[in-house]
């Protein structure tokens, strides 16, 4: 019994060896063992077809067509019914250059096809195997109208089509699947990211609009429209679409919610606040109204703080807003960022320190607000009363934030401040110390800005000891930091170019002009400084930094993207050190239009 057994598996062992190594044989090319095997596990096995294919494939190989042509008819004989072997029969003829009567058992193949899905799938894949793809749309057309019940083959036509390069019939196919239900909406939002180039998705949305035309009630169409315009960045368009579906299928704002996230992060701030909006008119009750209220007021700091776009009624509007909020939801954890960003606002943009200090001073002693949010409002606190000209103050805020978080990013971030106090009440050499310490810093941002600041106070006064020249520039920027640009300018006029000492201040003086100009919407001023800095400057310190802004410029106030583009890649590509090049090649990749996954 045991020596049954074992030769049993044994022998099973053996068999399972076979179709590796007469896979192997025909990988080496050696197709005369290959040939061998495959006709032996072929004749054990007459029903693996994959077994018959591969030994024919040995055959044509070996140029042993007649040997190859007798055993296909010898098989047609045997199962005339299986009309992929007719296929087969063709490719041998058209091998053998007898095209005439390949394409007569083509026809034979597709004329004797019966209703049986995995029959017309096997002759459809003998077709594509040979790229002879109109004879598999032949065959699937056949196959939709003989088969009952009725069965579609849309996702496979609509693959045909796209191996033939006629997108417009691949989409036709694919809008056909989701309206008979045959193929799934995120198969075909798959097969659509993989396939279209970013030029044909008008094809596709094109196709949608019509038939949305014939049918306004299509659900699954208005769908994919809303997913084809959000490829496309056209975020307007399918926040129109994502409107009508949520009023349609009560869906209480999460997809317009989504939508609005989308556009706010690919900057279309417009489309995303309008989103926001619409969540918020339909009233407290509904799920995300207490997020798109801050999503708004987000969104409209960004335009802003980041994209410098901006009139005084729009900061005077978000005033408002931030007031309505802070009445509406109050003084709490959930608004703790807010109220710093509201005070933010009335300090830096609409002067109004003492408003800005009274909403500051609400946070820090709430007992509802947690310890890192206080901080924060301490920090912002202290910068108010600096710009104030309350030094002392200031400095003490700053203390007892890096005396609370000694090893807390918010601890670096204090002292860091409190040096650059130093720095613009001309303490040089202290503050130069206390930036050498911060280049140690967790925080990657304060690592680089210290580095910059110590680098910038050591170099400024190596090549001129006295420092009148960096005296007048800290001062420059202590201004620009309290809001008093016309000062800011007067104190960078006084700095003596002409003077061998201060020339070496050239590029910083003319960064912080640019700085100033574009804050005071002098954009072509603001322009001319950078270019001036990359022009003559390329290799300092502010050039990456010069670049950046000027693509921002472009980007966001004067709306070129072509020029911001340009201007981007110039960044990540020229200054592929520089911790802006990951920022810049982020919204290049945007510009470009790549695909949202």
């Given at each position: 019994m045991f020596l049954l057994f074992f030769v049993l598996f044994l022998n099973s062992g053996l068999q399972a060896q076979d179709p590796r190594l007469a896979q192997q044989y025909f990988n080496d090319g050696e197709y005369e063992k290959a040939a061998s095997l495959y006709q032996s596990m072929y004749q054990k096995n007459p029903g693996n077809d994959n077994f018959f294919s591969r030994y024919l494939d040995c055959?044509?190989?070996l140029k042993r067509y007649e040997e190859c042509e007798n055993i296909v008819r010898t098989e047609i004989n045997k199962r005339p019914k299986e009309v992929s072997l007719y296929a087969t029969y063709g490719n041998l003829l058209i091998n053998r250059n007898q095209p005439e009567k390949a394409e007569k058992q083509f026809n034979e193949a597709i004329d004797k096809l019966g209703p049986d899905v995995s029959v017309i799938h096997r002759l459809a894949n003998?077709?594509?195997?040979?790229?002879?793809?109109?004879?598999?749309?032949k065959t699937y057309e056949k196959g939709e109208k003989i088969l009952k019940p009725q069965a579609y083959f849309t996702y496979n036509l609509a693959d045909l089509y796209r191996r033939k390069g006629d997108i417009e019939t691949m989409v036709r196919y694919l809008l056909d699947g989701i309206e008979n239900n045959s193929v799934q909406l995120m198969s075909v939002q798959s097969l659509l990211i993989a396939y279209l180039s970013p030029e044909q998705y008008q094809i596709l949305t094109e196709q949608i609009y019509q038939r949305l035309e014939k049918n306004p009630e299509a659900i699954p169409e208005a769908?994919?429209?809303?997913?084809?315009?959000?490829?496309?960045k056209e975020y307007a368009g399918a926040l129109r679409q994502a409107k009508a579906l949520d009023r349609k299928l009560k869906e209480n704002g999460t997809r317009v919610y989504n939508l609005a996230m989308a556009a706010a992060v690919d900057n279309d701030l417009r489309t995303a606040i309008d989103g926001f909006n619409y969540i918020k008119e339909a009233?407290?009750?509904?799920?995300?109204?207490?997020?798109?209220?801050r999503q708004v007021l987000a969104c409209r700091r960004?335009?802003?703080?980041?994209?410098?776009?901006?009139?005084?009624?729009?900061?005077?509007?978000?005033?408002?807003?931030y007031q309505n909020y802070k009445n509406e939801f109050g003084s709490n954890y959930l608004s703790a960022s807010l109220l710093i960003e509201y005070a933010e606002l009335e300090a830096r943009y609409l002067n109004n320190l003492p408003k800005a200090i009274s909403i500051l001073l609400e946070v820090v002693n709430s007992n509802y607000i947690e310890m890192h949010l206080k901080a924060q409002a301490k920090l912002d606190l202290a910068d108010y009363y600096l710009i104030s000209g309350e030094r002392w103050e200031a400095s003490l805020l700053y203390s007892q934030v890096d005396k609370d978080f000694k090893e807390d990013e918010l601890g670096e971030m204090a002292r860091f401040r409190n040096a650059r106090l130093s720095y613009f009440a001309g303490d040089f050499s202290w503050a130069q110390e206390q930036f050498s310490i911060l280049k140690r810093a967790t925080s990657k941002l304060i690592s680089n800005d210290a580095i910059d600041l110590s680098v910038f106070i050591q170099d400024n006064l190596n090549q001129d000891t006295t420092g009148e020249s960096l005296m007048l520039y800290s001062q420059a920027e202590l201004k620009v930091f309290q809001n008093q640009y016309d000062s800011a300018l007067v104190k960078l006029n006084q700095i003596p170019f002409?003077?061998?000492d201060s020339k070496y201040l050239e590029d910083?003086?003319?960064?912080?002009?640019?700085r100033i100009y574009n804050h005071q919407?002098?954009?072509?001023?603001?322009?001319?400084?950078?270019?001036?800095?990359?022009?003559?400057?390329?290799?300092?310190?502010?050039?990456?930094n010069s670049l950046y802004e000027l693509a921002k410029i472009y980007d966001y106030q004067l709306n070129n993207k072509e020029k911001s583009k340009e201007l981007y890649e110039k960044l990540f590509v020229d200054f592929s050190n520089s911790v802006l090049a990951v920022e810049a090649r982020k919204r290049y990749r945007i510009l470009r239009g790549d695909k949202v996954q």
């Open positions: 055959l044509m190989l003998v077709f594509i195997q040979n790229a002879r793809y109109d004879l598999a749309i769908e994919l429209l809303q997913w084809a315009l959000t490829q496309m009233g407290p009750s509904g799920s995300y109204y207490h997020d798109a209220n960004r335009m802003i703080v980041d994209q410098n776009d901006y009139k005084t009624q729009d900061l005077l509007s978000l005033e408002t807003d002409t003077d061998p910083d003086v003319w960064f912080l002009e640019a919407k002098k954009t072509e001023l603001a322009i001319q400084k950078y270019e001036l800095i990359l022009e003559k400057h390329k290799e300092e310190i502010r050039a990456d």
